[in-house]
C-alpha cells in the first residue's frame, strides 16, 4: 500500500488541474525539484510525476522539470506523459525513472505496452483515465469508446505492474476518489490497481486502508496534499498501521 504525492508538470510548474482542464491550473510551486524534496522530507516513499503538455503534445515536454527533480531525490519516481514510444521509454528508465505510465498509447497501440511491460518487468505501468466511465486519451482532450475494464483485460497477461485507474471527473475537485469503480476494476482483474483522482480527506486515507478496499495497490493524492486538506504524518501514519496489521 503506498500513498503517492502527485506532481503535475506544465510550463515546468507544479500545477494542479480541475478535471483536467488546462485552463483551469493553480500554481502551486514554480520550483517543481523543491516541492519533490519536501515531499520526500515528510515521509513519502514514492513519487507521481505527470508531464501534462507532454499528454497533448505526444512527447515529453518537461524534462528539464523531471531530471531536476530525479537529483534532488532518492525517493523512486514514476512518470506519465507522452510517453508513445519505446524510445521515450527507455531514455526514462536510463535517467532514473523507476516507473513509467502509459496512457494514450495504451489505447492506440496496445502491443506496444505489451512489448514493453516485456522487456522492462515491473517498470510500466498504465494510465486509464475514465470519463463517464469511457477512457479518454490525448491528455484527456478526447474520450474513446472503450472502457478502463475492456483495456485493463488486454493487458492480463502482459507483465503490466500497476493500472492507475482515475476518474476524471472528480480530479482537481476534492470530492473524494470514485472508490466504488475502483475497487470494482481491482476485483476483476489481477494487475494491482491504484486509485487516482479527487482524494479530499482522511477519510479517503480511511477507506485506502479498510478491508473493502484490500485488492488496492495505493493511492495518489495531489490538491489535498497542497492545500493541507491531508496531513501527510496522519495520512502515512494510518497506512504504516495498516501494513503492520495486515
Known sequence: MILFPAIDLKNGECVR???GDMAR???????????ARSFEEQGFSHLHVV????????????????????????????????????????AWLAKGIDRVIIGTAAVRDPAFVK??????????????????????????AETSQVTALEIAKRFEDAGVAAI??????RDGLLKGINWDATIALAEDISIPV?????LASIEDIRTLVSPRARKLAGAIAGRALYDGRVDPSEALALIRAAKSAA
Open 164 to 169: 492507475i485507474f482515475t476518474d476524471i471527473a
Open 17 to 19: 488541474l480541475q478535471q
Open 51 to 90: 508531464d501534462l503538455d507532454g499528454a497533448f503534445a505526444g512527447r515529453p515536454v518537461n524534462a528539464q522539470a523531471v531530471e531536476a527533480m530525479l537529483k534532488a531525490i532518492a525517493m523512486p519516481v514514476q512518470l506519465g506523459g507522452g510517453i508513445r514510444d519505446i524510445a521515450t521509454l527507455e
Open 194 to 198: 491504484i486509485a487516482s483522482g479527487g
Open 115 to 140: 512489448e514493453a511491460a516485456k522487456k522492462h518487468p515491473g517498470r510500466v505501468a498504465v494510465g486509464l483515465d475514465a470519463r463517464d466511465g469511457k477512457v479518454a486519451v490525448e491528455g484527456w
Open 25 to 35: 491550473a493553480t500554481v502551486f510551486n514554480t520550483n517543481p525539484a523543491a516541492q
